[in-house]
């Protein structure tokens, strides 16, 4: 397992971004080499089943990054109901904006609105679940106050830099862990099948749940029993992109998994950080391995960043840690296997074979282990099958002792002066930041006088403040006396100063009167009228008879140019209103060009279902009627 040397660059590296569920996730995060680490609070975030921090973890994973020169980022990504915005909000923020949090990450824009009023210092990130897909999606954001955006994952490189280039915005983008199968943030597959809504924070993954796969065109039905998880992706590792990430000029990288354990947030971490310290080297099929056994589905892809989508993206046959691949099943016999392994089995290896039904069979290696393994469900099993193995014992020793208990101790240098009628000083520099404490006058020495090693002795000895000397300088008189008793003192108030001083935060920035919000004004009793989406004549018809259908809308990504223009004259002959509906996502800024065309008929608004075309329409088409669709979140 490597450990971490951080070495200067010729180049601007990106942020290193590490998720953390617990302040023990956080502490091993930045253990491991994080730059920066983002968490969850008890409300509000796109992981409500995480463990997610409260009370006093707040202050203590704040207090503990920036002792480490490290920031915090609050997740609060999710679509927020109006009572919770007037109501809730700034008491949920108010702990974290004083123990001095760096940043929010946001989806609803009523979110940031409020914290841009309310906390103006606090830094403004816009989530992947604003589906930001274009420069057009990304000016909205930096027009709702963000410095940063998460694009959409399903962008190539190209699209990523096109955004960066043309706004000005910082760009953080995934590098490692689980894709979604839908644009983020207009998934409604868990809301509408398991009533738990992904953009309140709660989604019940049923992206990962078995499929029977159907042909539309006949009454067929194929079970694919071998490979039913038709909509699980496989999971995101970039780790040999990273000198193209660099020199493409990405702000920051970020490790998904808030959910996962302490092992994997100090070993993908340290994992990522080895390499952007190193971006000359290769990775290591020994690295690539341990991220695989840290949590893998199967094998990893390098996701979006250079293909559109394709079927080797998605992780079929289970969506679960498969881990990394270490043989194949050689012997069966009664109630055992033997395997035909590539790398050594160790004590504590937890192993795992699916069988032909697509059930796990799982094994662990025991303390005196000689070729044949107890193996449950033997009749399940045959001669040749992938012998995965999920958890190696030597890694997770090696992630617990170096990363997740001591803490690592920070550089600092000291200047220690003692001279004839001056008080003794102590000045200690770590970072940015230098304290210099006084202490007594020595006295002459009668017996025997203090010496540099006597000293230097003494000022070495830390002790449980995580510092070590990279430099102490002493300066000193021959012939005077300084009890050592007086040096450890200022030893420990010099280094608790310091500490206090590298956790200092800017000055809490609140504006209360802002906090409350007006209430919300009744609109009265405008008789509603009924506007009906189609996607075929046989519907149009049925439309156009109907008196109570006032108006009708045309899908642009379902109908063709012949069909809209055919439509739309129909509709027009009826005496309806007609509309027209925008595709649900917008890529490389649409086509001015063809939309100028047909927006030319005369519609009577403009559908938009995202931030992108909102905001598109309003630069390049200002005089259209724009209306927000479903998608476009306004709660």
Not at 564 to 570: H, L
Request: glycine share 8%; with cysteine.
């Amino acid at each position: 397992m490597i450990l971490s040397e951080h070495k200067e660059q010729n180049h601007t590296l990106p942020e290193l971004l590490s998720p953390a569920g617990t302040l023990s996730h956080l502490k091993a995060a930045i253990n491991a080499g994080a730059d920066a680490v983002y968490i969850g609070g008890s409300r509000f975030g796109a992981r409500a089943y995480a463990g997610n921090f409260e009370g006093e973890d707040i202050e203590a994973g704040i207090s503990y990054a920036h002792f480490y020169g490290k920031k915090i980022y609050l997740t609060v990504n999710t679509l927020m109901k109006e009572h919770e915005v007037e109501e809730e909000l700034f008491d949920f923020l108010l702990p974290y904006e004083e123990a001095g949090l760096d940043g929010v990450i946001v989806q609803d824009l009523g979110t940031a609105s409020f914290i841009r009023q309310v906390f103006p210092k606090i830094a403004l990130h816009g989530s992947t679940q604003m589906t930001v897909t274009d420069v057009y999606g990304a000016l909205a954001a930096k027009e709702a106050g963000m410095i940063r955006i998460v694009p959409a994952r399903e962008l190539s490189l190209a699209e990523i830099l096109a955004i960066k280039e043309r706004t000005g915005l910082e760009v953080e983008v995934f590098a490692h862990g689980a894709l979604c199968y839908c644009y983020s943030g207009q998934c409604l597959l868990s809301s509408a099948s398991g009533k738990r809504s992904g953009n309140r924070g709660r989604c019940a993954q049923p992206c990962r749940l078995p499929y029977e796969v159907r042909d539309i065109n006949k009454t067929l039905r194929r079970k694919n029993q071998k490979n039913p998880f038709a909509l699980s992706p496989k999971d995101l590792c970039a780790l040999s992109m990273l000198p193209e990430l660099v020199k493409a000029g990405i702000d920051s990288l970020k490790i998904e998994g808030r959910m996962k354990n302490e092992h994997y947030v100090a070993g993908v971490t340290a994992i990522y950080r080895h390499y952007l310290d190193h971006l000359t080297k290769h990775p290591a099929p020994e690295d690539m391995a341990n991220l695989e056994e840290l949590y893998c589905r199967g094998t990893f892809t390098d996701g979006y960043f250079h293909r559109h989508n394709g079927k080797e993206m998605m992780s079929t046959k289970s969506p679960k840690n498969t881990g990394h691949q270490i043989g194949k099943i050689k012997t069966i016999r009664r109630g055992e296997i033997e395997i035909e392994h590539s790398e050594p089995l160790n004590q504590g290896d937890i192993l795992v074979i699916y069988t032909n039904n697509n059930k796990e069979v799982v094994l662990t290696v025991p303390m005196r282990y000689n070729r044949f393994l107890k193996a449950p469900d033997t009749a399940s099993l045959n001669v040749g099958q992938k012998v995965y193995r999920r958890r190696k014992a030597p890694l997770i020793k090696s992630l617990e002792e170096r990363y997740l208990q001591e803490p690592p101790s920070l550089p600092a240098q000291g200047r220690f002066l003692l001279k004839s009628g001056r008080p003794a000083s102590l000045t200690l520099t770590c970072r940015d930041r230098q304290v210099t404490l006084t202490g007594d006058i020595p006295e002459p020495s009668q017996n025997k006088p203090v010496t540099q090693e006597d000293l230097r002795r003494q000022l070495s000895k830390t002790g449980n403040v995580p510092f070590t000397f990279t430099k102490l300088s002493i300066e000193m008189e021959d012939g005077l006396f300084l009890p050592m008793s007086k040096v450890n003192q200022m030893r420990r108030e010099a280094f608790e100063t310091l500490s206090e001083q590298l956790i200092m935060h800017r000055p809490v920035s609140i504006n209360r009167k802002n906090a409350i919000l007006p209430k919300t004004r009744p609109i009265g009793n405008r008789k509603p009228a009924l506007y009906t989406v189609i996607y075929d004549e046989a519907q149009l018809c049925v439309c156009l008879e109907n008196p109570v259908v006032a108006g009708i809308i045309l899908p642009k990504d379902h109908l063709t140019s012949e069909e809209m223009y055919t439509f739309f004259k129909k509709i027009r002959e009826n005496g309806k209103k007609c509309f027209l509906s925008m595709e649900r996502i917008l890529r490389q800024g649409g086509d001015p060009e063809e939309d100028a065309a047909l927006f030319s008929l005369g519609f009577d608004g403009i559908y938009v279902h995202t931030l992108n075309h909102l905001m598109y329409l309003t630069k390049e088409f200002p005089k259209q009627r724009i209306f927000t669709g479903p998608s476009v979140y306004h709660w």
